[in-house]
Structure formats: C-alpha cells, structure tokens
C-alpha cells in the first residue's frame, strides 16, 4: 500500500527527501575497520534492510551518508553519529527496526531521529572529544606511579613535538596545546587495565589525536583500547558550556613549518591535481581530518 507521500507526489518534481541522524556504537568487534570500509558497512546493511538510500548524481554514485567524526583504526565509539538521506521517507520507527536487525555485531544503534534536510553537517560544528584509554596490564608490568609521573611530564611540556604524514608530505606539529586534560582514572584488577581519561580538541586542521598520546606518554608497546566516549559540538549549549572553559587552538599555533617530502618507494607516481577550493573531498582525506 502506498504511503500518502507517494500518492501525492508528481512524478514531475524531485521525490521527497528524508534526512535523519542516528547515533551508534562502534564496538571492540569491528575497532579495526578503517574509515572506507565503515562506510561500506553502513551501506551494505541499508540495502540489506532494502531501505530507499539515497544516491548523488555522477560517474560513481555514493549514497547520502555523513559520518560526524570518523574513526581511527583500533579506536572505539560510544556515542557517534552518522547522517543518512532516503527517497521517498519512511517513518523513523520502521527505519531503526529494519537497520537493527540487519547490523553485523560490534555495532549497535542506540537511537534515530529526522533532521532537517538542509541542517549543518556535524562535521563542521565539532569542537572537542572525550576519551578513554585502556592499557592491559598487570600492576607490576606497569606501575601506576610511573603512569602518572609520565601524564606529569607531559603536561608540564610547552611542546610535544610530532610527526605525521598526509598527501605525500612529512610535517610536525606540536601536540601539547590540543590536550586539553590528560589525568590517571585508576587501575581495575578485574579487567587488568590501567584508565586515563583523556579530553582533546577537535576542529579540522587541529585535533588532538589518542594514539599519539599514548605514543608520546611510552606506553605504545603495550596492549590497549582507545574509546571515545563524547563528541563535543558547538550548536549544543551543553556542549558548548563545556569547552569554554578551554582556549580555540588555531592550525597556525601548531605547526611547525618544516614540512618536508616523505620518502618514496619504487617508481614515482604523478601527482594527483589538488582539489578546487569547496569541491567534493573523497572519504579518505574526509577521514584525515581526525588525524591532523
């Protein structure tokens, strides 16, 4: 039986859209997927569920789906969000029923609801981000005044000097300023894992990344999960209360203008053309700006 959005509709016009935001959890089960193939994950279970996703025009399609902030390799989520556009709309209710049963384990939705079809993409509205850091250990493997002795260091650093790559180029920057509180939580005997709770800014361009923490601290050899338990957003007065309490970190106060060429194996490739300034960006450099 027809919807009355569909019995209304002439067939003239652009179908109706229905734009709607889920939040969910990405779990231990699937903390090793990389960006693309979380991407390809939500859309092979939306056509599991046979739901009317929503594509772009063009020589290679993608279906409407906006991810707030994605995930590193070995990282966790509580609490993400991701934004979904169908044609024609259905109610929210059928949706989160039909994409729960077709999720593969690790991932859970906790909750759906619509947006507007023209709303702000979180992505450009995130401000910071809590974590959680689990090293698996025994206490004599990893003493706990050593932990905090460590966190003490770096905390009373001016500079933590780091080296990334993206785009075929080397650059450091400085960490420090990014952390905006980095504290030891306590050790659980049961779980066998030290915690450190850790809140870092996060705007394109200069986002204090865990992995590197961890790195910086002495720890990276030891067995770990990293989770992050909130996003921050400026249009969410909770949110926003929360991180004024801390200063905006500009890309320029980071870097350190050394960039160099990374070193390159094998033959050398050309150079692919820089995107044009507001073009679309692919879903692995939307995926680098958590790592810059």
Do not use: C
Not at 195 to 210: C, D, K, M, N, S
């Amino acid at each position: 039986m027809e919807s009355a959005t569909e019995q209304n509709h002439n067939p003239a016009e652009p179908a109706p859209r229905q734009r709607v935001r889920i939040t969910y959890e990405k779990g231990e089960a699937v903390k090793f997927i990389s960006h693309s193939d979380e991407f390809r994950l939500w859309e092979r279970t939306l056509r599991r569920a046979d739901l009317p996703l929503l594509y772009k025009q063009g020589f290679n399609p993608q279906p409407h789906i906006q991810f707030a902030s994605p995930l590193g390799v070995g990282i966790t989520g509580i609490r993400e969000f991701i934004d979904i556009t169908f044609s024609p709309p259905l109610p929210p209710d059928e949706l989160q029923t039909r994409i729960t049963a077709k999720l593969p384990p690790g991932v859970t939705l906790h909750a759906l609801e619509e947006v507007p079809a023209k709303t702000t993409a979180l992505q450009s509205l995130l401000t910071g981000a809590d974590y959680t850091i689990l090293l698996y250990a025994e206490p004599d493997e990893i003493d706990p005044a050593a932990l905090e002795d460590a966190i003490a260091r770096f905390l009373s650093a001016n500079e933590i000097r780091r080296e990334r790559q993206r785009k075929g180029r080397r650059y450091a920057y400085n960490l420090r300023p990014l952390i905006y509180e980095l504290r030891y939580a306590g050790y659980d005997p049961e779980a066998e894992e030290h915690r450190i709770f850790l809140r870092v800014q996060q705007r394109e361009g200069a986002t204090g990344r865990p992995d590197e923490v961890v790195d910086a601290l002495g720890f990276d050899d030891f067995a770990r999960t990293l989770r992050r338990d909130r996003l921050y957003f400026a249009h969410v007065e909770e949110d926003a209360a929360v991180m004024r309490a801390y200063p905006v970190i500009e890309k320029s106060a980071i870097q350190r203008g050394d960039e160099k060429p990374a070193r390159q194996r094998g033959r050398r490739r050309k150079a692919k053309p820089e995107p044009e300034q507001g073009g679309a960006r692919g879903i692995s450099e939307r995926a680098g700006d958590e790592f810059v």
